[in-house]
């Protein structure tokens, strides 16, 4: 199984801040690499695909990136609506695996 | 807009059933592959299984191979979860979840979520 490591597991800070979520893959997955969102108590959302892919009416604050098989998540200028839980997930072979998660905390 | 609506869940014993079901709207059902992917209380996500948009190919984590089975029904549009033998580490919110086209993997809508409970 390709094992998704995420870092960190939790991160506090303000809004407006600039963050950066890391995932590192076990082996290569390409680019079958997928960032979601979940608000508490809330459905994860779909954030970025293709490990750089914006998806529809998610804003341009969000994006990602690819280095081999290290991934990033970055947000700039935080606003009150992003503090939630990131995860990572490769769709590049069975099991569909997600890193352990990351929780964005105001601080 | 993309639906999906789950039911189903519901507090059960361990060791026994439980059927989850997905009323998909809103796209074309039988043109995508589907999945489930739960969530245990407090923690992160887990991939189940998945199912190809003709029922051509289905796939599960080792965690639940043998016990839970995926299938579907395009004349209905709704994907289901048949779960047998099940055990208390089976407690979690379960999603269904659209995948992405030519991205099995990809879940690019989400259900609600039904909560399946195991517990004695």
């Known amino acids: 199984d390709i094992q998704m490591t995420q870092s960190p597991s939790s991160l506090s800070a303000s809004v407006g801040d600039r963050v950066i979520v890391t995932c590192r893959a076990s082996?290569?997955?390409?680019?079958?690499l997928n960032w979601y969102q979940q608000r508490p108590g809330k459905a994860p959302k779909l954030l970025i695909s293709a490990a750089t892919s914006l998806q529809n009416g998610v804003p341009s604050r969000f994006s990602g990136g690819a280095s081999g098989t290290d991934f990033t998540l970055t947000i700039t200028s935080l606003q009150p609506e992003d503090f939630a839980t990131y995860y990572c997930?490769?769709?590049?072979?069975?099991?569909?695996?997600f890193g352990q998660g990351t929780k964005l905390e105001i601080k | 807009e993309v639906q999906l609506l789950e039911s189903g869940g519901n507090w059960v014993q361990p060791g026994g059933s439980l059927r989850l079901s997905c009323a998909a709207s809103g796209f074309a059902f039988n043109g995508y592959a589907m999945t489930w992917i739960r969530q245990a209380p407090g923690k992160g996500l887990e991939w189940v299984s998945s199912i190809g948009d003709t029922s051509s190919f289905t796939y599960y984590a080792d965690s639940v191979r043998g016990r839970f089975t995926i299938s579907r029904d395009n004349s209905k549009n709704t994907l289901y979860l048949h779960m047998n033998s099940l055990r208390a580490e089976d407690t979690a919110t379960y999603y269904c979840?659209?995948?992405?086209?030519?991205?099995?993997?990809?879940?690019?809508?989400w259900g609600q979520g039904t909560l399946v409970t195991v517990f004695s």
């Open positions: 979840v659209k995948s992405g086209w030519h991205d099995t993997g990809m879940a690019d809508y």
């Open positions: 997930q490769q769709s590049f072979s069975t099991p569909y695996t």
């Open positions: 082996q290569s997955v390409r680019t079958n």
